[in-house]
């Protein structure tokens, strides 16, 4: 079942066209995964995407590169941000308050794998730029939903963690579509590689139909 | 106005019109000995007397009372405001409230509620919420948009202001609160001079009486008070002293008012006399004019003469003064430097105008001085703590070297245009001098207010804000014409709140 699709469209903002000639499609149950050059395009289409979807009534969960993390509020409380659709404006005067106990869990049990139990009520200016990541993470497995749109969720983690982060947000989402630098962990984690390079997508197939020296023309 | 205007250029251009205005400015004491005077002065001061306790304990807490309440009810009104601030209505609203000073809101108040509680908290809450609403809505804005931009899309208004904004501009916006705390306390301390039961009251009183000793410890207690703030108000206890404050306020005492005021003074009062008298709006012009031409004029003229004199000497205390406060310059001296600067700043200009009335007697001097002395211990107080701040080679030189060579020329630019900004404050506290029997506007407005002629108050107030806003837009014109230096904002961290130390 097709979630999105783009049939030669040019995609920018405000006039300023980034993306030419865009054709692509998101089906439920993959993962797309975007390579290319900082500045080639990625986060254009990672927006053009999400407003697609959620403009089709998906539910869609958001971990933006700069996180957008509210520095004053504690790791719990930015998770539970990830909901606030789902509930009243009371209901949520009262989260922010005081978390029921019940939506605390529910935090904590992402907030564990994440390795954040132990900063949970610390506000987030107080963390390492690693965990200002995850707790961005965190938001939106929180939130859930249909589709994971993430731009370089891993780019501030070591290797290790990096993996079991996408086993995670695997584990979560029906449909994702990530931004990565690391190619190792692009090819182990897409069901599609999507090449971005000088404001085209030159390449989208799955990991085993693209050669290294496909992947390094990207980056020439 | 050319494009480009130079920081020295723009001082020059000032002090050039501050010296050309002072012919014009009736600066003498005549029939006054101020020496015997200062010396009366001089030594009840220097031998306060607490004896009167019970009356300086009552007008401290009065002070405070309505400080707390004018300000909290102006920063809840200001909080509601700020996130319509796209809308002009709001907008105009703001500029309409804090154009008028506390003491002309406190005027036309007492005209409707009498010398009551109510009177006095709502002269605070209304120009501070016209304050507050600017100040909240730019904070708003210079917030980071990002957290409220990842919401998820059908996410409320309110949630997406409290989670997502708030908590952003908190530590801002409590900061600015307390500021305005301190602000408040001058507002509440002044209002007693016409008549309500704050400190100024008490001062006048133990003035008219001669009690010198008991108007210094009143005065030193105020000092104190102001100093301590950022000790005893703690935001977190706010309800509690709210609580304690509206409690002490509601128990105070004040004289009953005939019912029916308020409809009268918005159908009868403020009309316009020839439209009262049925004259029809033939008479309206004629009227204006006479408004205009016969008080408007005189007191604008006046108020123009001592406020830019006092601009310029406001400047050149600051700029001469903040190296008193730097340790390196300064060295020992800087402790009595930084006391003589927060005394200066704790006073409001009205209240240092009045204690120099007692000595000079009535003449535009008292005015031009306490403004000078208020608002340069301000300016030059930030400009120390910057001064303070700056990176130095570890064998810069030390003193007047120091602050010649190395932090007046980095400091000049900010020194411009902290002065630039305080432009509109002192044009607007210069209009209330007048209410101490100095020509400016403000004698006009009271005049008119004790005539019972509100209309004629009501155009006269017109005419003091189109004054401060033209001060006001000439400032911002003056400042981005001078390039580079970082703006002065309302939000400035320099206009945190005194700190002890």
Known sequence: MTLAAFQGETLGYGGAAVLRGVTLTLDRGERLVLLGRSGAGKTTLLNALYDRLTGAGLRVALAPQDHALVPQLSVTKNALMGRLDDHGALRNLWTLLHPPARDRAEVRALLDPLGLSAQADRPVEALSGGQRQRTALARALYRGGEVLIADEPVSAVDETQAVALLEMMRAHFPASVLALHDVELARSFATRLVGIRAGRIVLDAPPGAVSPAAIEALYA | ?501
């Open chain 2, 1 to 501: 106005m050319p494009e480009r205007l130079s920081r020295p250029a723009v001082a020059l251009i000032f002090a050039a019109l501050g010296l050309a205005l002072v012919p014009f400015a009736d600066l003498g004491w005549a029939g006054h000995d101020p020496w015997a005077a200062l010396m009366r002065m001089a030594r009840g001061f220097l031998a306060p007397d607490f004896g009167a306790i019970e009356e300086i304990g009552t007008a401290l807490v009065s002070t405070v009372a309505f400080a707390l309440c004018g300000v909290a009810v102006g920063a809840l009104a200001g909080l509601a405001l700020a996130p319509f601030w796209a809308s002009a209505l709001v907008r105009g609203l703001s500029v309409a409230l804090r154009s008028v000073h506390e003491l002309f809101w406190a005027l036309l108040l007492m005209q409707v509620l009498g010398i009551s509680p109510a009177a006095g908290v709502l002269a605070i809450a209304l120009p501070y919420a016209g304050i507050f609403a600017k100040v909240f809505a730019e904070q708003i804005e210079e917030a980071d948009p990002r957290p409220a931009q990842v919401l998820p899309p059908g996410t409320d208004l309110l949630s997406r202001f409290l989670w997502a904004r708030l908590p952003l501009i908190w530590p801002a916006m409590r900061s600015y609160v307390l500021y305005r705390v301190e602000c408040g306390l001058r507002s509440s301390a002044v209002l007693g001079f016409i008549g309500l039961p704050t400190l100024g009251f008490q001062l006048d009183t133990f003035f008219r009486q001669g009690d010198y000793g008991a108007a210094s410890a009143i005065m030193i207690l105020y000092v104190l008070l102001i100093a301590t703030i950022p000790l005893w108000l703690r935001l977190r206890a706010a309800v509690l002293w709210l609580a304690g404050a509206a409690a002490w306020l509601a128990m105070l005492d004040h004289p009953p008012m005939g019912s029916g005021a308020l409809w009268r003074f918005l159908t009868v009062d403020i009309v316009p006399a020839p439209l009262r008298r049925g004259e029809g709006p033939d008479g309206l012009l004629p009227w204006l004019g006479d408004i205009l031409w016969t008080q408007g004029l005189p007191g604008a003229w006046a108020t123009i003469v001592v406020g830019q004199i006092a601009l310029v000497l406001t400047g050149a205390i600051a700029f001469a003064g903040f190296g008193l406060v730097v340790g390196r310059v300064a060295g020992r001296a800087r402790l009595l430097g930084h006391l003589g600067l927060v005394v200066l700043r704790s006073f409001p200009e009205y209240m240092l105008a009045y204690l120099f009335l007692q000595v000079f007697g009535p003449s535009m001097l008292p005015a031009i001085l306490a403004l000078a002395l208020h608002n340069g211990a301000i300016i030059g107080h930030l400009l120390g703590r910057e001064a303070e701040a700056i990176p130095l080679r570890r064998d810069a030189p030390q003193g007047v070297t120091l602050w010649a060579w190395e932090l007046a020329p980095r400091l000049f630019g900010r020194f411009v245009a902290l002065c630039l900004y305080r432009w509109e404050i002192i044009l607007r506290e210069t209009a209330v001098m007048g209410l101490l029997g100095i020509a400016t506007l403000g004698f006009f407005i009271d005049s008119a207010v004790a005539e019972l002629r509100l209309d004629r108050a009501l155009v006269l107030l017109v005419v003091t804000g189109a004054i401060t806003a033209g001060a006001d837009a000439a400032s911002r014109a003056v400042r981005s014409r001078m390039g580079a230096v970082r703006e002065v904002s309302t939000l400035d961290r320099a206009l945190k709140p005194l700190e002890t130390g």
